[in-house]
């Protein structure tokens, strides 16, 4: 009697998840590895799905109201959310996650960018004057920054710290055996040529040794124009790539142009973590990439 009574005072006055951390994604992948590290200990909301692109997105209300209650903010960085993340930051007016705060965490800030620019031009509309910010398709990163973060969640928590590190080491685990996997399928895959439509595969072609041999983008976020794609269906057509890769999010037409007049494959990969209809986790993720690039291997055998 005594404890049911307890138990229900208990209740009345700690709700279920009204200690949780509120932790704020800006993008799937990193929303992914959050629930692997932190499972029911945090609340989460993920800004962007795959078929957003994370270089622009609208600073809409439910997004200000989600800043605004975080402990944590979790985000690509290197300029990627330069468009809209320092107006969501500033009309949060959250003081816990603003840049140099616990609660702001960039996870590019972990890794060696590539394609750093020897000069910026951003007149020329350049989105990736910091080097390409799209980190997350090399799993060896995605374990970087694993560490990184389960010991932010520990500072930020530190009631859960043990829970966080052991997650983490499991995480890990079966990570790094998920990588010796990926990397024997890889094998038969290097050197594979492929056109890109933005710079968007660049960490994932440097991991697996592929050739991207064209990118359908002049520069990172100027579309693709009628002249362009032109100079490069002659550039290509005497040895075209195996396929011209894109993002869920990316606009199909240059890549069913190009691929259409080359006569090889558009082939839209997965990118990103996409419970609609893509892979649930950042597991499937690198299973449903090697799968769709196999797939396009085999074909020119
Ligand atoms: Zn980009």
Redesign the pocket.
């Known amino acids: 009697m005594m404890n049911k009574l307890t138990a229900l005072l208990l209740l009345l006055v700690a709700p279920l998840g009204a200690d949780a951390l509120e932790v704020f994604a800006c993008e799937p992948e990193w929303g992914s590895l959050v629930k692997e590290l932190a499972g029911d200990n945090v609340n989460l909301t993920v800004a962007t799905t795959a078929f957003q692109?994370?270089?622009r997105l609208q600073a809409r209300p439910s997004l200000i109201a989600a800043t605004r209650r975080a402990d944590l903010l979790i985000c690509t960085g290197a300029d990627?959310e330069i468009g809209w993340l320092p107006l969501l930051l500033r009309r949060a007016g959250n003081p816990d996650i603003q840049p140099g705060r616990p609660g702001h965490f960039m996870a590019a800030d972990y890794v060696r960018k590539l394609e750093i620019p020897v000069l910026v031009d951003r007149s020329q509309g350049d989105?990736?004057p910091q080097g390409?910010?799209?980190i997350h398709l090399n799993p060896n990163n995605i374990s970087r920054i694993a560490i990184k973060l389960a010991e932010r969640l520990g500072v930020l928590d530190p009631a859960n710290e043990s829970d966080y590190m052991d997650r983490l080491q499991e995480f890990q685990y079966r990570w790094k055996s998920a990588i010796v996997g990926w990397e024997q399928r890889g094998e038969l895959l290097s050197g594979l040529r492929l056109a890109s439509h933005?710079?968007?595969f660049s960490y994932l072609a440097d991991w697996l040794d592929l050739n991207i041999v064209a990118t359908l983008e002049r520069k990172?976020?100027i579309p693709p124009s009628a002249a362009h794609l032109a100079s490069l269906l002659e550039t290509l057509s005497p040895n075209p790539p195996a396929a011209v890769v894109r993002t869920p999010y990316a606009n199909e037409k240059p890549s069913l142009w190009l691929t259409e007049r080359l006569d090889v494959r558009a082939l839209r990969l997965p990118y990103t973590v996409n419970v609609v209809d893509g892979p649930v986790d950042l597991f499937a993720l690198f299973d449903m990439t090697l799968a769709a690039l196999e797939e396009v291997h085999n074909e020119r055998l």
């Open positions: 692109d994370p270089h990627l989105i990736h390409n910010p799209h933005h710079r968007g990172p976020g």
